[in-house]
């Protein structure tokens, strides 16, 4: 699409108007066409009742739409919904132009974000899957220029069931290639121990500047949607010797179909195996308790629903109402309100982190004898330690400790545990 002037259209039915949450209708379109690379040179919004089986929008709609395009000398139509293949070709044929739907906007975003061979071939697999359907349509295009290929009995139709053919095969071999990163992403997962934080929100949220700003990582950042498309998981340093595993990921969007969600199932496999959520949300949009929303339900289908969530109101610096940050902290207990740009809040995001990592640690009585240099590191590393005192040659501790590294911990050599129990968040 780079290079392109767009018309850009939309379809509003009254449960359209009550989801976007107060946002101006095609304001999250323009800037997919803007991430990329078009211009947009018109804009057109029809309201009814629900869109026409045919052509999506109504026929004198779609006459102005035509109209528009003409004036403002635009190549392409790009539609803010899914249309069917029937409502794509027929769309294409009227407005006499390239017409593509808001799927087809994202996968080609997805395209020219892609670096690694894991995003390559996610976004491969999503691509077939969505174009599979939509196949006669690409003939119908061959069918206007030579005339004769696409009909019924003829080479265009035997070609079009061989593409068929071979897209189901590399649909196969694309699932299959997904499956085997997926379970390497596990074993990768499972081997680093550690507290593993997932970031996750909605896309231009400012994930991957928090990102850079909690651990110094090298990311890339870009005011486009969805410049992050592969996991990066990176040391988050949290004060007194603790630290945790922190992972960005692909940012989330409204309406996003489903096929795209289970696509990027290998990189969202950090999420799935998170102890904690940071759901990043930018208090600075006005649609940002619906982004919100849109995140929530995101997780509910990766089933990440039962992790546990931190909310993360970033870009305070951009907010020129003070009232709306305190409101959305008390509207969300326990969250905290950060600039990951400025660097304000980003100590209360630590404590709140470490808060949450020892939530369900047990208070635990340790003794450390005097050659106990290993076990006062592992301690350190992964207990927060509460009191210490000498005793003679020993070292006397307390301190909350995960279940998981209590155990460890009591297997080291010159360790000895007094007592443990449960000591919940205090």
């Not at 999420?271 to 930018?282: E, G, K, M, N, P």
């Not at 931190?310 to 950060?338: C, Q, Y």
Request: net charge positive; aromatic share 4%.
């Amino acid at each position: 699409m780079a290079g392109h002037r767009v018309v850009l259209a939309r379809l509003l039915t009254p449960r359209d108007r009550d989801l976007d949450g107060g946002e101006e209708p095609l304001a999250e379109l323009r800037r997919l066409a803007e991430s990329a690379g078009a211009a947009p040179a018109g804009e057109l919004v029809q309201r009814r009742e629900r869109p026409t089986g045919s052509h999506y929008f109504g026929v004198g709609k779609a006459a102005e739409i035509k109209a528009l395009c003409r004036r403002e000398r635009a190549s392409a139509v790009i539609v803010d919904a899914e249309l069917t293949p029937i409502q794509g070709r027929n769309l294409e044929k009227e407005l006499g132009c390239t017409v593509l739907d808001r799927t087809e906007l994202i996968l080609d975003i997805f395209a020219s974000w892609a670096r690694t061979r894991q995003a390559k071939v996610q976004v491969e697999l999503a691509g077939l899957e969505y174009f599979m359907p939509r196949l006669r349509r690409r003939w119908t295009h061959l069918e206007r220029q030579t005339g004769g290929i696409g009909v019924r009995g003829g080479a265009g139709e035997r070609q079009l069931e061989l593409d068929q053919r071979i897209i189901r095969d590399r649909i196969t071999d694309c699932r299959r290639e997904i499956a085997a990163i997926g379970e390497q992403r596990r074993r990768l997962v499972a081997a680093r121990g550690g507290f593993a934080v997932s970031l996750v929100g909605y896309t231009n949220a400012g994930k991957s500047t928090l990102m850079r700003a909690l651990t110094g990582a090298d990311v890339y950042i870009a005011d486009r949607l969805f410049a992050t498309l592969d996991t990066r998981t990176r040391e988050m340093k949290l004060g007194g010797g603790l630290s945790a595993l922190l992972s960005d990921t692909v940012g989330f969007i409204r309406r996003l179909p489903h096929h795209l969600v289970a696509s990027f199932s290998a990189t969202l496999e950090e999420t799935r195996s998170a102890d904690l959520i940071l759901h990043v949300a930018d208090l600075s949009s006005p649609a940002c308790r619906s982004e919100m929303e849109t995140v929530r339900a995101v997780l509910a289908d990766l089933g990440a629903d039962r992790t546990p969530v931190l909310p993360v109101f970033n870009k305070i610096d951009l907010v020129a109402e003070p009232s709306l940050v305190t409101r959305a902290l008390a509207d969300h207990p326990g969250s905290v309100a950060v600039s990951a740009k400025t660097g304000a809040g980003l100590d209360g995001l630590r404590a709140a982190v470490v808060e949450r990592m020892f939530q369900n640690a047990e208070e635990a009585e340790l003794i450390l004898a005097p050659a106990g240099g290993q076990s006062e590191y592992f301690l350190r590393r992964h207990g927060l330690v509460l009191e210490s005192a000498l005793d003679g040659e020993v070292l006397r501790v307390r301190a909350r400790v995960r279940p998981e590294h209590l155990g460890k911990l009591a297997e080291l050599p010159g360790v000895s545990v007094v007592s443990r129990g449960s000591a919940g968040a205090r």
